[in-house]
Antibody, heavy 118, light 110 residues
Framework: QMQLVQSGAEVKKTGSSVKVSCKAS????????LHWVRQAPGQALEWMGW????????NYAQKFQDRVTITRDRSMSTAYMELSSLRSEDTAMYYC???????????WGQGTLVTVSS | EIVLTQSPGTLSLSPGERATLSCRAS???????LAWYQQKPGQAPRLLIY???SRATGIPDRFSGSGSGTDFTLTISRLEPEDFAVYYC???????????FGQGTRLEIK
């Protein structure tokens, strides 16, 4: 069955970067968009961006445009989200999610907690 | 960017009752690109509805979506104990540019 498995929790210093991975299995990695969504404690979901694993095209939310980079390794069926210049407000659960252009995002990773402190 | 406003913020109902959740967009959203998600504490979101009214795989038929333009609704016909959770609407556009979520509606047991 389709599955997305994310890397483990991270604790980072203010100003540093974090890179979270998301390994896909159970489907053809290149056939679906791979999104990144975050959720600060007690807050709503916030879309960050996506990548098309087939050709590596990306699209980022304006809020994160200058700080986020989403990449993929087709040979490993793995996507990555790197967020730089971390601040305390970036403390959140980060999810990867797979979907299509029409039918929403129907498979989600388990989430990776990123904690940022000084 | 399209802003989605969900109401009410919190809805208190009893099992067996009907729940009606609203999602209003700041500008017109193509019905093909409006989704609803359910999220329980400590879990990832689960897709319920896409294309405004199509149920995702495995979603019970007590969940239904409707609406067009700027006003969309998620209806749960008869609440089961497992339905008490937070619900989010999402618009994702024809080219998946500038995807946004609503702020969520918390459905709690009365």
């Amino acid at each position: 069955q389709m599955q997305l498995v994310q890397s483990g929790a991270e604790v980072k210093k203010t100003g540093s970067s974090v890179k979270v991975s998301c390994k896909a299995s159970g489907y053809t990695f290149t056939y679906r968009y791979l999104h990144w969504v975050r959720q600060a404690p007690g807050q709503a979901l916030e879309w960050m961006g996506w990548i098309t694993p087939f050709n590596g095209n990306t699209n980022y939310a304006q809020k994160f445009q200058d700080r986020v980079t989403i990449t993929r390794d087709r040979s490993m069926s793995t996507a990555y989200m790197e967020l730089s210049s971390l601040r305390s407000e970036d403390t959140a659960m980060y999810y990867c999610a797979s979907g299509t252009a029409v039918a929403g995002t129907d498979y989600w990773g388990q989430g990776t907690l990123v904690t940022v402190s000084s | 960017e399209i802003v989605l406003t969900q109401s009410p913020g919190t809805l208190s109902l009893s099992p067996g009752e009907r729940a009606t959740l609203s999602c209003r967009a700041s500008q017109s959203v193509s019905s093909s690109y409006l989704a609803w998600y359910q999220q329980k504490p400590g879990q990832a979101p689960r897709l319920l509805i896409y294309g405004a009214s199509s149920r995702a795989t495995g979603i019970p038929d007590r969940f239904s979506g409707s609406g067009s333009g700027t006003d969309f609704t998620l209806t749960i016909s008869r609440l089961e104990p497992e339905d008490f959770a937070v619900y989010y609407c999402q618009q994702y556009g024809s080219s998946l540019v500038r995807i946004t979520f609503g702020q969520g509606t918390r459905l709690e047991i009365k």
